[in-house]
Structure formats: structure tokens, C-alpha cells
């Protein structure tokens, strides 16, 4: 006994259009994988590229336009000058910083949404503060709006940035610049 409509099996036997989808992603795998091996697998200090970016000066560690082999995250250390602070960004994908030099703090908004129709954003209209110093190690939580402040008026402040790209790769490039750091 076949529970199968014969009309759905006369539909999906229809002609329609064709397509080589299937055949050209394993030419490009192919393809990617003889690219691959000839992309670092150490990055040297002077292959990372500064950058002064709204979000302030940074120096790439790992970034998906430089030619190494990570493809998931990115990698950057931002400088914090004496007394100054970053930009207010947030993104979808989660954030984690390790203090390499320095004493400062984080404000944190947090996000609340809700999924009807279309998803719906809000986020805290005070913003929660995280206290950090060399050593530290922080998370900021996907989508939540965060800005970090050097709490030092003499001493620069260093931080290493990762994020994942897997996020973006599945569709969701939601990054968004909501304040520039002063400067820039």
C-alpha cells in the first residue's frame, strides 16, 4: 500500500529547469582545497595589518581577507588609548576579549527580542558594566550592543578580539556601527 499521491510523483518528474548546482560545488571544493594548502599556517607579526577603523586602531591577527588557513574566526588586537574608549557596535555573533595590557571597563546593552511575524529588537536602555584588567577574559553575548572604555588616564590599554564568522556564513551578517570611537 502507497501512501505516495500519484499526482506528487507526476509533479516531481515534471521538467522544469536544470542547473549544474551539484557538479560546480565539487569543482569549487576542488578548487578551495588545492588554494587552501598554500595559505599560512603562522601568521607573522609584521603579515598583521593595522587598521583605524570606527571601532578605533586595530591590528589584524586573523582576518578572513588575509590568506590563512582559520576560516571560522577573527582575530584582532585593539588599542585603547589612555582614558579613551572604543565604538559602540554589536553583531550576532558572540564576542570574547582577552586583556593583554591595561585596566578598563565594559558597558554592555543587552538585547531582548521577541519573533512574530519578523523578529523585534530592543535593546536595555542602561547598559550593565564590567570592570576588567590585564589577565581578564570577557564574553559579550550575541546582538548585545558593547563599548570598551581604558580606565587608566595614563596607560594605554590592549585587548584581544575574537569573533566567529560562522554566524555571517549562515546568513546573518548583522554588524552594525552605532557610535565611532572619538577620532575616527
Not at 42 to 56: A, L, N
Not at 101 to 122: A, I
Not at 132 to 160: L, Q, S
Request: with cysteine; net charge negative; proline share 5%.
Amino acid at each position: 500500500m502507497s501512501f505516495i499521491d500519484p499526482r506528487e510523483r507526476e509533479r516531481a518528474h515534471k521538467p522544469t529547469s536544470y542547473a549544474n548546482f551539484y557538479e560546480e560545488a565539487v569543482k569549487a571544493s576542488e578548487q578551495f582545497r588545492k588554494e587552501y594548502d598554500s595559505k599560512m599556517n603562522v601568521v607573522k607579526w609584521s603579515d598583521m595589518p593595522f587598521e583605524r577603523s570606527p571601532d578605533g586602531l586595530i591590528k589584524h591577527i586573523i582576518n578572513e581577507r588575509m590568506n590563512t588557513k582559520e576560516m571560522c574566526l577573527d582575530i584582532y588586537m585593539q588599542f585603547l588609548p589612555p582614558g579613551k574608549a572604543s565604538g559602540k557596535h554589536r553583531h550576532l555573533s558572540e564576542e570574547v576579549f582577552y586583556v593583554v595590557e591595561g585596566k578598563g571597563y565594559d558597558l554592555h546593552w543587552d538585547v531582548k527580542f521577541e519573533v512574530n511575524d519578523t523578529m523585534e529588537f530592543e535593546w536595555e536602555s542602561e547598559p550593565k558594566k564590567f570592570e576588567w584588567k590585564t589577565g581578564d577574559f570577557v564574553y559579550i553575548p550575541p546582538y548585545c550592543a558593547h563599548k570598551h572604555f581604558n580606565a587608566d588616564a595614563n596607560n594605554e590599554a590592549r585587548i584581544i578580539v575574537i569573533t566567529s564568522r560562522i554566524i555571517k556564513a549562515m546568513g546573518f551578517d548583522w554588524f552594525e556601527q552605532l557610535e565611532n570611537a572619538e577620532g575616527f
